[in-house]
Antibody, heavy 122, light 108 residues
Framework: EVQLVESGGGLVKPGGSLRLSCAAS????????MNWVRQAPGKGLEWVSS????????YYADSVKGRFTISRDNAKNSLYLQMNSLRAEDTAVYYC???????????????WGQGTLVTVSS | DIQMTQSPSSVSASVGDRVTITCRASQGISSWLAWYQQKPGKAPKLLIYAASSLQSGVPSRFSGSGSGTDFTLTISSLQPEDFATYYCQQANSFPALTFGGGTKVEIK
């Protein structure tokens, strides 16, 4: 069974940093691209960042570029999101999600974690 | 950037009703469109990919259609467990993904 479990969320002051983790199991983690998607309270879904299976390709939404860093450790089946210079508008539930492995599932997020809440407030 | 516009933003319907949700892309995205269902406090769940392919385990009352810029998600006979928020997402510009604003399906 595919499982994605996020951790690392919490309360942080504006300008602070936080590192999110996502532990993957039930599939060959090193074969899949992974993403972070966030959802502000009461709002819709916003794509944050994507990393290819071997970390060769990394992309960010403009809203987080230069402040957030996505990474992965395939030996540990783990995905990370280092968040620096946090702002109030970064407050959201952060989900890690797997990109489907077939051609038709390209760019489609077929499994999601339960999310971890990040609150940026003084 | 590709923008995704969903309509309506909310819909009230009864059990057994046929419900249709529309998603429009700001430019052509071929069939690179997915639909997700999200219930309160839960993660989104993939329903439809490549515009019309049903994800494994998803009931057949859900169907998707469209290509280019205009897409629809149809629930043929609304069930109590279908009351949720639905999002479309374009995958044409993968890895940069864009979601629609969501459509909340409420009990009438």
């Amino acid at each position: 069974e595919v499982q994605l479990v996020e951790s690392g969320g919490g309360l942080v002051k504006p300008g602070g940093s936080l590192r999110l983790s996502c532990a993957a199991s039930g599939f060959t983690f090193s074969s899949y691209s992974m993403n972070w998607v966030r959802q502000a309270p009461g709002k819709g879904l916003e794509w944050v960042s994507s990393i290819s299976s071997s970390s060769s390709y990394i992309y960010y939404a403009d809203s987080v570029k230069g402040r957030f860093t996505i990474s992965r450790d395939n030996a540990k089946n783990s995905l990370y999101l280092q968040m620096n210079s946090l702002r109030a508008e970064d407050t959201a539930v952060y989900y890690c999600a797997r990109v489907g492995g077939t051609w038709l599932l390209r760019g489609t997020l077929d499994y999601w974690g339960q999310g971890t809440l990040v609150t940026v407030s003084s | 950037d590709i923008q995704m516009t969903q309509s309506p933003s909310s819909v009230s319907a009864s059990v057994g009703d046929r419900v249709t949700i529309t998603c429009r892309a700001s430019q052509g995205i071929s069939s690179w469109l997915a639909w997700y269902q999200q219930k309160p406090g839960k993660a989104p769940k993939l329903l439809i990919y490549a515009a019309s392919s049903l994800q494994s385990g998803v009931p057949s009352r859900f169907s998707g259609s469209g290509s280019g810029t205009d897409f629809t998600l149809t629930i043929s006979s609304l069930q109590p467990e279908d009351f949720a928020t639905y999002y479309c997402q374009q995958a044409n510009s993968f890895p940069a993904l864009t979601f629609g604003g969501g459509t909340k399906v409420e009990i009438k």
